[in-house]
T-cell receptor
Framework: SAVISQKPSRDICQRGTSLTIQCQVD?????MFWYRQQPGQSLTLIAT?????????ESGFVIDKFPISRPNLTFSTLTVSNMSPEDSSIYLC????????????FGPGTRLTVL | GNSVTQMEGPVTLSEEAFLTINCTYT??????LFWYVQYPGEGLQLLLK???ADDKGSNKGFEATYRKETTSFHLEKGSVQVSDSAVYFC???????????WGAGTKLIIKP
């Protein structure tokens, strides 16, 4: 399985500012996913990021608020823009499993608190 | 549409008790089914999976059988340990876009 790291692991930010979260994978993957997990809740998919194309956003999430970059097959960033306390969550990136597998492997997450 | 329903938590058991966490699903097509576990302060880990009817996934003493007739994928363990305390998520995948549909998660608390 892929080894996935995220930076930062946690951060406390002021409202109105932006934070960029990095996701690094130790192998090349086609699809990367960004999720939000609000306190005590399940995961909500924000967007799917394929290298070389624009990210595909789920209903309720827009590019202006959550811009995503996918410059190569091992790296992606998610920016949380113009933050408010409602953006306080854990943000997780994941990647697809081996070719032909439909499982996902997750990074350790970024715990964001917005004051 | 596709959906996953899990039993609500928290589930509190004593060490060495038998565990069942119920998961039922609604899906078009033939989904793959997963259990993920999230230990306190950690990310999600794949616990086990099953890709077709009657398959049994197993790992770390946990088992789940893909039951198409009852659209269920219940998680079981014969004797739980304190270290099993975590949140368990049932999920399904349908189609070729690798997207997962998640249950709400069940918090498991094991007391010594």
């Amino acid at each position: 399985s892929a080894v996935i790291s995220q930076k930062p692991s946690r951060d406390i930010c002021q409202r109105g500012t932006s934070l960029t979260i990095q996701c690094q994978v130790d192998s090349q993957v086609t699809m990367m996913f960004w999720y939000r997990q609000q306190p005590g809740q399940s995961l909500t998919l924000i967007a799917t990021a394929n290298q070389g194309s624009e990210a595909t956003y789920e209903s309720g999430f827009v590019i202006d608020k959550f811009p995503i970059s996918r410059p190569n097959l091992t790296f992606s960033t998610l920016t949380v823009s113009n933050m408010s306390p409602e953006d306080s969550s854990i943000y997780l990136c994941s990647v697809e499993g081996a070719t032909g597998s439909d499982e996902q492997f997750f990074g350790p997450g970024t715990r964001l608190t917005v004051l | 549409g596709n959906s996953v329903t899990q039993m609500e938590g928290p589930v509190t058991l004593s060490e060495e008790a038998f565990l069942t966490i119920n998961c039922t699903y609604t899906a078009t097509g033939y989904p793959s089914l997963f259990w993920y576990v999230q230990y306190p302060g950690e990310g999600l880990q794949l616990l086990l999976k099953a890709t077709k009817a009657d398959d049994k996934g197993s790992n770390k003493g946990f088992e789940a059988t893909y039951r198409k007739e009852t659209t269920s994928f219940h998680l079981e363990k014969g004797s739980v340990q304190v270290s099993d305390s975590a949140v368990y998520f049932c999920a399904l995948s349908v189609g070729s876009n690798y997207q997962l549909i998640w249950g709400a998660g069940t918090k498991l608390i094991i007391k010594p």
